[in-house]
């Protein structure tokens, strides 16, 4: 599983440690790159601002995306994402608190891969975690980088 980033948007940094405990955990190796909002998420995706002159052929395996987000909201990062054609196929996985059935509705018709909320209990966040990166990092057949 090593060499594939994984893009992590997220505000909160009591979920940031979490996710990153939960993916030590589970002996996943990948980088992960934490975009703290989602501004930053696109200039790491499309190499702008402080990601300026990143080979942006570089893309992540997957992108972990919060929606309650400072800045531009998860919704808008996930349009953003597929309306590009270097990212339109991309796998985006919410992984929110929200279980508002219009958050959910609205991240799948926006092109959301999978939407997970987020467990509260630490085991069952780490098995989450887990079974996303075995998913995504290694059984999934990711599209050819164009």
């Known amino acids: 599983m090593r060499n594939k ?3 992590l948007v997220e505000d909160n940094p009591s979920d940031v440690k979490l ?9 996943i190796t990948n980088e992960l790159v934490v975009a ?9 995706l499309f190499g702008t601002g402080k990601y300026a002159g990143r080979d942006v052929k570089d893309i992540p395996a997957v992108v972990m995306l919060d929606l309650k987000l400072p800045k ?8 953003r994402i597929r309306g590009c054609d270097a990212t339109a196929l ?8 929200s279980d508002q059935e219009q ?8 092109g959301a891969n999978s939407y997970i909320r987020k467990p509260v209990d630490f085991n069952r966040f780490a098995e ?9 990092l290694l059984l ?5 980088v164009k």
Do not use: C, F, H
Request: glycine share 8%; hydrophobic share 40%; proline share 5%.
């Open 128 to 136: 989450a975690v887990r079974t996303l990166g075995m998913y995504w």
């Open 5 to 7: 980033v994984i893009l």
């Open 103 to 110: 958050d959910i509705i609205a991240s799948y018709r926006l």
């Open 19 to 27: 996710t990153r405990r939960a993916l030590d955990k589970n002996q």
């Open 72 to 79: 531009l909201g998860g919704l808008e990062v996930l349009q």
């Open 90 to 97: 991309l796998p985006v996985v919410v992984l929110t608190s």
């Open 36 to 44: 703290e909002d989602g501004g930053e998420a696109l200039d790491y």
């Open 140 to 144: 999934n057949e990711s599209p050819p």
